[in-house]
């Protein structure tokens, strides 16, 4: 019988291939690939204001070069987004229909905020 931690890893394989095949290629994308030729926000570009995500690609770039100053100041909600991931995970395992909402609810509401915020109208 194979031990717990293989057992999970089999169970999760696809995944753990693809994050090893993302990984680098998204860390390539944002050191190697040149500047000009990188996606822009189409948000953004259809109408002005800045998306929820906007700025999450430099974030992670700065991140990648140790600068998590300038990465909080392009993206503070791609940064807090592993906490987020973490919560939601958290209000899932406690399986109470009313906490789903009420969490999902507040999250949207933030993000609306936030959005608003970015831009000024707040």
């Known amino acids: 019988m194979p ?3 293989i057992a999970r890893l089999e169970k999760h ?6 994050l090893s095949i993302a990984a680098p290629l998204g860390v390539a994308y944002l050191t190697v690939w040149p500047k000009e030729l990188q996606l ?14 906007c700025g999450a690609t430099r974030a992670c770039e ?9 990465a909080w100041a392009l993206s503070p909600l791609f940064l807090m987004g592993p906490l987020i991931f973490v919560a939601a995970w958290w209000v899932h395992r406690q399986n109470k229909a009313w906490l789903k909402r009420v969490f999902y609810i507040a ?6 905020w936030f959005t608003l915020w ?5």
Not at 62 to 70: K, M, N
Not at 118 to 122: K, T
């Open 13 to 18: 394989k696809r995944a753990l291939i693809g």
């Open 62 to 70: 700065a991140l990648i070069q140790g600068d998590f100053a300038s």
């Open 40 to 53: 822009h926000c189409p948000v953004r570009m259809a109408t002005g204001y800045l998306c929820p995500g």
């Open 3 to 5: 031990s717990p931690l």
């Open 107 to 112: 999250l949207g509401l933030g993000v609306a």
């Open 118 to 122: 970015r831009n000024g109208f707040i």
